[in-house]
DNA sequence: GTCTATACAGAGATAGAC
DNA sequence: GTCTATCTCTGTATAGAC
């Protein structure tokens, strides 16, 4: 079965999404992209804002559940936790889901906002649900699974500015030293 | 003396830029907010690139410079970085120079980017250099130093996702009982 | 469901008068 | 140096045939 034009159009615009941002991508491009026709878009998606959720949406999903994937297993809680820190990244192109929320039209749209933020909490929770497990205790958890997910979204900021991805990892790296104490700094 | 045409406009387009990014503000956005006319523009600006670039360094140094002001003093190096970190800052708003890093127009261009490139190194060198001071060697005091920039950029992130300014501060929360350790964890 | 053609606003820039 | 008028291209969407 060949993929249909409703799922090639919501592909396209993932991937110019993660390129481009959600503003900067044009319904023109998404077609260039997808190969589909004009009035198969406005018959699927009545509007940008339609495509734009369905794309981010799918994103955020896809990108939690990877995510929560690496942080359950049978290792120790806290180097589940600094295998998803150290895990490979794309750092120059940074974070699908993370970089929207530099597009303001994207933050002042409550629907794909909830998207974004859907990601960001999922993940905080499942992170410090994992820490919970070496015993921390509940707020000192929440604000560490923060820093955690911080770290990765501030060392794609770093690695996109200097177009240098060793940045993100040295910022890890920092990171991780002070996570796993002394033992192991 | 009233301020000139060419420094209204580069005050115009900061904060504009500061609002919206690079790439989402327009030469007649620019226009409107400074009360400037369109010849004007165009004749200190002759595109839109080159008042972006006044406007991206001008950003860029000014924030450099508060920052340099704020981890130099009398106080203990240690606290000084702590003090940086858990400064108040404009959650919702984001880094005025770290939110440009989202924008591909930006990061594609050499000159603009060049700018943002600058604020970091520079930032980084300087907290890596109060580091330091405590007695921590300069590899670690590199990746440290990243790990603070990126925590509040990251932080600023989560914050924007969630449309709540406690995020970011839980996040430098969680980093700084790491940083400051057991002592004081 | 998909196609082509068309509409209309705004972005970015130029022209030429003052 | 500043003004108004104008130009072209693209973003976004609609119309109506197949």
Redesign the interface.
């Known amino acids: 079965m060949v993929t249909d034009s409703r799922t090639r159009l919501v592909e396209a615009a993932q991937q110019l999404f993660a390129?481009?941002?959600v503003?900067?991508t044009s319904p023109r491009d998404v077609l260039a992209a997808s190969g589909v026709g004009q009035g198969s878009l406005y018959h699927h998606f009545p509007t940008k804002h339609d495509l734009a959720l369905a794309a981010v949406a799918a994103t955020a999903a896809e990108t939690l559940e990877a995510a929560r994937g690496r942080l359950q297993g049978d290792a120790a809680p806290l180097d589940r936790v600094v295998a998803y820190l150290e895990r490979p990244r794309d750092a120059l192109g940074?974070c699908r889901v993370?970089?929207?929320?530099?597009?303001?039209?994207v933050?002042d749209d409550d629907g794909l906002?909830a998207e974004?933020?859907g990601?960001?909490?999922g993940l905080?929770d499942e992170v410090a649900a994992v820490l919970r497990e070496t015993g921390l205790d509940a707020d000192?958890a929440?604000?560490?699974?923060?820093?955690?997910?911080?770290?990765?979204?501030?060392?794609?900021?770093?690695a996109?500015?200097?177009?240098d991805p060793e940045?993100l990892r040295?910022?890890?790296?920092?990171?991780v030293?002070?996570?796993t104490g002394p033992a192991t700094?």
């Not at 993370?98 to 039209?105: E, F, I, V, Y």
């Not at 996109?160 to 177009?163: D, F």
């Open positions: 390129q481009q941002g503003s900067a940074g993370g970089r929207l929320t530099a597009d303001q039209a933050v906002r974004v933020a990601y960001f909490t905080i000192a929440l604000d560490r699974a923060r820093a955690c997910v911080a770290i990765i979204q501030g060392g794609y900021v770093l996109r500015a200097t177009q940045l040295s910022a890890v790296r920092g990171f030293a002070l996570l700094a």
